[in-house]
């Protein structure tokens, strides 16, 4: 029956979800002092907790606190009653109760987890009880049932003196042969053990997975988070009040004290701090890869080297459009023992970066540390030599620049001018009556007045075009321009042409006038300088 329980109880634990270095963190605050604000009484002894853990855990060792905060207590003393368990065993609920686990190797005797067995189920911790139960199946023995069927008797513990009766059945001409395990039980204790024999007393019921107390670590400590009871601390995040415990967040770091007494935290969003605490509460690690990238620096200056871990690998596997420049802020921090990690989030940002260039918003980089501005320069103008990421070649990004630069200049300019090209004249001799064609004012590029062909030599038999024969007919005779008369002058002929023109002349005269006024000015200043020097005297003294 002790196998048939231990392979149950062993598949049962390899289940067990609650976060080992979550409990290992726990762990430090059990009985220490360390922002306690519970002080436990039982007999005469004496041991402090925190109220928040205590009463997310075990609300029959200490209930949850009122509603009304303004009649919450900042210490708080429980009294226990005398039939409650003290001491040693009170100790090790307490541990259970901060960590999940009771380390039974510390434990004295199995009498002792017998005791703590008594204790867990007068707390109403079943789950405790259950964890007991399997440790003293795995230590059944006739010498060690003879033992504990004694004492679970004399304790009125009838579940466990009803296990320890069917394993005295199982084994029975073993467990009443043994003249020292009838002394010890003595004779009406014997007596009960052959009468069983004789009416088969039925066994307790086993655990099964339908019946197993399951192991609330984790949604207890969730529920602690999630109304922070007995709360003793408030911080001020992007203007929001996030409650908390100190007790806690010291029990992860010793530096992340600093921060209790200024209680404001500026370098993070409130969204981010907020998953910080739900990961230094109950382990949660379902981080946003945005929060991962703020708290890597956050971890740290604080040492949570846990928190940290979490941070890089949530960052080195989602590098997205919303996070790609913070991961390469990430991959910047000076830190010669993260080396390999940096480099390989440099790796794999900035050709997501590249890949992704017009929809990330580069507005940030101005903040950010100048190498990251150089690098990311470089790397663009090395990805647009190589024709990398869609940069530097056909239908890439490039090929549209430059597609839509040469058409704005095409549009915003006009061609340049080029004068227009005299045709060759024919060959001498040709005899033809070849014509030359028609002159154009206005050139083939719209430059000017195209130039008449050069006349064919004598004797060639060609005869001109029509329009060369008569230059009053085909080419018209330039307006004549306006002459000198007695009564105009020069001066007024240039601004009846250009008004404008005549009036910039008329500031140009007064310019000069000054600028001569001014010279002679500095001259005479000059001389008078030098009549009052002393010879010989040192001008700059």
């Not at 080992?20 to 430090?28: D, F, G, L, V």
């Not at 529920?223 to 003793?232: F, K, L, Q």
């Not at 941070?311 to 000076?334: G, H, S």
């Not at 980089?365 to 530097?392: H, K, N």
Request: net charge neutral.
């Amino acid at each position: 029956m002790a196998d048939a329980y231990s392979n149950f109880y062993d598949r049962v634990v390899m289940h067990e979800r609650h976060n080992p270095s979550i409990a290992a963190t726990y762990q430090k605050l059990t009985n220490k002092d360390v922002f306690s604000d519970v002080t436990i009484l039982a007999g005469g002894d004496k041991l402090v907790g925190h109220a928040g853990i205590i009463s997310s855990r075990c609300e029959e060792l200490l209930p949850l606190p009122p509603a009304d905060e303004k009649k919450r207590k900042k210490k708080h003393d429980v009294k226990l009653k005398k039939e409650a368990p003290t001491g040693v065993i009170l100790g090790k609920i307490l541990e259970y109760i901060y960590t999940g686990r009771v380390d039974f190797s510390k434990v004295a005797d199995l009498k002792e987890v017998l005791h703590l067995y008594i204790g867990a189920s007068y707390f109403k911790l079943y789950r405790l009880n259950y964890l007991c139960e399997k440790w003293l199946l795995e230590k059944f023995t006739v010498q060690t049932v003879v033992e504990l069927l004694k004492e679970s008797t004399d304790l009125k513990e009838n579940r466990m003196k009803g296990l320890c009766m069917q394993f005295a059945l199982q084994h029975y001409n073993e467990f009443i042969s043994n003249k020292d395990g009838i002394r010890i039980l003595g004779i009406d204790l014997f007596q009960e053990v052959v009468a069983g024999f004789q009416s088969s007393v039925p066994p307790p019921e086993p655990y099964t997975p339908d019946n197993t107390p399951p192991d609330t670590l984790i949604d207890d400590l969730k529920r602690m988070h999630d109304t922070m009871a007995y709360h003793d601390i408030v911080f001020t995040v992007e203007g929001e009040q996030v409650r908390a415990h100190k007790a806690i967040l010291a029990a992860h770091s010793d530096d992340i004290v600093n921060i209790f007494e200024r209680a404001d935290v500026p370098l993070l969003k409130a969204s981010s701090f907020k998953a910080m605490l739900r990961f230094l509460y109950y382990g949660d690690d379902n981080l946003d890869p945005s929060a991962a990238c703020e708290l890597v620096n956050f971890a740290r200056s604080y040492r949570l080297p846990l928190l940290l871990k979490i941070c890089e690998d949530k960052i080195r596997f989602n590098i997205t459009i919303e996070t790609a420049l913070n991961v390469l802020l990430v991959a910047y921090i000076p830190d010669p023992t993260k080396t390999e990690l940096y480099n390989e989030l440099k790796a794999k940002a900035y050709p997501f970066i590249l890949e992704n260039l017009t929809e990330i918003e580069l507005a940030p980089v101005r903040m950010m540390p100048p190498d990251i501005s150089i690098d990311l320069l470089l790397r663009i103008q090395e990805a647009w030599r190589t024709g990398s990421y869609g940069f530097g070649s056909d239908g890439s990004s490039s090929a549209d620049y430059g597609s839509s630069s040469s058409s704005s200049s095409s549009s915003s300019s006009a061609p340049p001018k080029t004068a227009a090209r005299t045709p060759a004249p024919p060959p001498r001799g040709t005899g033809g009556a070849e014509t030359l064609p028609p002159p154009t004012l206005g050139g083939s590029g719209g430059s000017g007045v195209a130039f008449p062909p050069a006349p064919p030599p004598r004797g060639s038999g060609v005869t001109l075009p029509p329009a060369l024969t008569t230059s009053a007919t085909s080419l018209r005779e330039p307006e004549a321009s306006p002459k000198l008369t007695k009564s105009t002058s020069k001066k007024d002929l240039n601004s009846e042409i250009d008004p404008k023109k005549g009036k910039n002349k008329k500031e140009e005269e007064k310019r000069k006038k000054e600028e001569k006024k001014r010279q002679e000015k500095e001259k005479k200043e000059k001389t008078k300088t030098k009549k009052g020097a002393k010879p010989g005297a040192d001008p700059f003294s």
